[in-house]
């Protein structure tokens, strides 16, 4: 079994680096960002509800959330273990997680964090803004703002898995292969 939470801020490369991980370690990958934005694309109600936080950059309320989340983790009950992908992303949501992973008699592992600075992250995600189609993409007073609900809500997750001794800090800047070699660096000096 291995857990995997993957950190940082908005276009820090989470997604990429999770891909990645799932394949070479067999995980199920759960993007919450990817599960909202194709309920968006089904038109389903949960994707109604969401898109109006998501449209602002502001984060979905944790109830949605969490059982959103819930119900994804009991259809992969088989699972060797689980890449968490964009959650948790507030403290009622590392907490749910843990309470989740208790019920399959499991844990997280470690939590990731790629190291991005605010303006490159800006860079990125105006770049990938083409490719990606997203509307939170595409304006800057919007990615700035992601960033800001990053440093107020998220970021303190960090803190609550490092008093665990579960919390690693690895540079998100360099080439994709690097980066994810890092990560692959620090997954076996922890994994048994
Ligand atoms: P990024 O990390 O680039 O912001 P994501 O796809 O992870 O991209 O998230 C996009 C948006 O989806 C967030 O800005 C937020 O509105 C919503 N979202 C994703 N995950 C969560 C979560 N765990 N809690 C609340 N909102 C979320």
Same mark, same amino acid.
């Given at each position: ?9 908005? !276009? &820090?490369?989470? /997604?990429?680096? %999770?891909?990645?991980?799932?394949? =070479?370690?067999? #995980? @199920? ?13 089904? !038109? &389903?109600?949960? /994707?109604?509800? %969401?898109?109006?936080?998501?449209? =602002?950059?502001? #984060? @979905? ?132």
């Amino acid at each position: 079994m291995l857990n995997l939470i993957i950190f940082g801020p908005p !276009g &820090s490369g989470k /997604g990429t680096q %999770a891909e990645k991980l799932e394949k =070479k370690f067999n #995980l @199920v990958h759960i993007s919450t960002g990817d599960i909202f934005r194709s309920e968006i694309a089904e !038109g &389903s109600e949960l /994707g109604i509800r %969401a898109s109006a936080f998501m449209a =602002k950059g502001e #984060l @979905v309320p944790d109830e949605v959330t969490i059982g959103m989340l819930r119900k994804k983790m009991m259809a992969h009950k088989e699972a060797e273990g689980f890449i968490f992908d964009g959650f948790p992303r507030t403290d009622p949501q590392a907490e749910a997680l843990e309470s989740l992973l208790g019920m399959l008699d499991q844990q997280i592992d470690a939590l990731l964090m790629l190291d991005v600075p605010e303006d490159e992250i800006v860079k990125r995600i105006v770049l990938r803004s083409a490719e990606s189609g997203r509307a939170d993409d595409r304006d800057e007073t919007i990615i700035r703002n992601r960033f800001q609900v990053y440093q107020t809500q998220t970021e303190p997750i960090y803190a609550y898995y490092d008093a665990k001794g579960k919390a690693h800090k690895v540079p998100g800047m360099g080439s994709i292969d690097d980066i994810f070699q890092k990560l692959c660096d620090v997954i076996s000096s922890i994994h048994v």
